[in-house]
T-cell receptor, first 112, second 118 residues
Framework: QKEVEQDPGPLSVPEGAIVSLNCTYSNSAFQYFMWYRQYSRKGPELLMY????GNKEDGRFTAQVDKSSKYISLFIRDSQPSDSATYLCAMRTNNAGNMLTFGGGTRLMVKP | GAVVSQHPSWVICKSGTSVKIECRSLDFQATTMFWYRQFPKQSLMLMATSNEGSKATYEQGVEKDKFLINHASLTLSTLTVTSAHPEDSSFYIC??????????????FGPGTRLTVL
């Protein structure tokens, strides 16, 4: 079993829809949680960075962390075709030398 | 803030030659830099971690004599693929992390370098 599981998709939604992307993990020591967006043939771009449990909102994006369930989510409101990309969740412990453990990525397609 | 650049963005070389890829943190000091490899439609695979002024720590299965990493300053790390072969063709991405407790205390990625070995 992988440490971080993420549905690879593809997830296809119409423009304007609310998108929910999720990751589950097995290591209860993970404390820091990140979401990256990666366009084709580009490097990942940091979208959200949260510590421990709770919600964080930034524009159309909301990140949720539920440590009791070992489950994190990224919500995208009013999705746009430009949101079409692969979304990677990543996480780390306090003392992992700052190495990140990545999910496999979910490919999102937002259709006009 | 927290911009990481890579150069070149795309390189084509002949089998047997060596290729150097540069990774720079443009607006912060990177205490740690990471090098990843990514095959099409796959997630990132960590190759090595380097701290400024120290030898890189390589992941299991990554040949340190083939993938030479130098982290000579707080803003520059280089990856040299020595005696490249077609199977080394891949997308190489670096990331940089700033000081603990600062806003750069996470990994910021470069745009990637596409290597094609003929």
């Amino acid at each position: 079993q992988k440490e971080v599981e993420q549905d690879p998709g593809p997830l296809s939604v119409p423009e304007g829809a609310i998108v929910s992307l999720n990751c589950t993990y097995s290591n209860s020591a993970f404390q820091y949680f990140m979401w990256y967006r990666q366009y084709s043939r580009k490097g990942p771009e940091l979208l959200m960075y949260t510590y421990s449990s709770g919600n964080k909102e930034d524009g159309r994006f909301t990140a949720q962390v539920d440590k009791s369930s070992k489950y994190i989510s990224l919500f995208i409101r009013d999705s746009q075709p430009s949101d079409s990309a692969t979304y990677l969740c990543a996480m780390r412990t306090n003392n992992a030398g700052n190495m990140l453990t990545f999910g496999g990525g979910t490919r999102l397609m937002v259709k006009p | 803030g927290a911009v990481v650049s890579q150069h070149p963005s795309w390189v084509i070389c002949k089998s047997g030659t060596s290729v150097k890829i540069e990774c720079r943190s443009l607006d912060f000091q990177a205490t740690t830099m990471f090098w990843y490899r990514q095959f099409p439609k796959q997630s990132l695979m960590l190759m090595a971690t380097s701290n400024e002024g120290s030898k890189a720590t390589y992941e299991q299965g990554v040949e340190k004599d083939k993938f030479l990493i130098n982290h000579a300053s707080l803003t520059l790390s280089t990856l040299t693929v020595t005696s490249a072969h077609p199977e080394d063709s891949s997308f190489y991405i670096c990331s940089a992390r700033g000081s603990s407790g600062s806003f750069t205390d996470t990994q910021y990625f470069g745009p990637g370098t596409r290597l094609t070995v003929l």
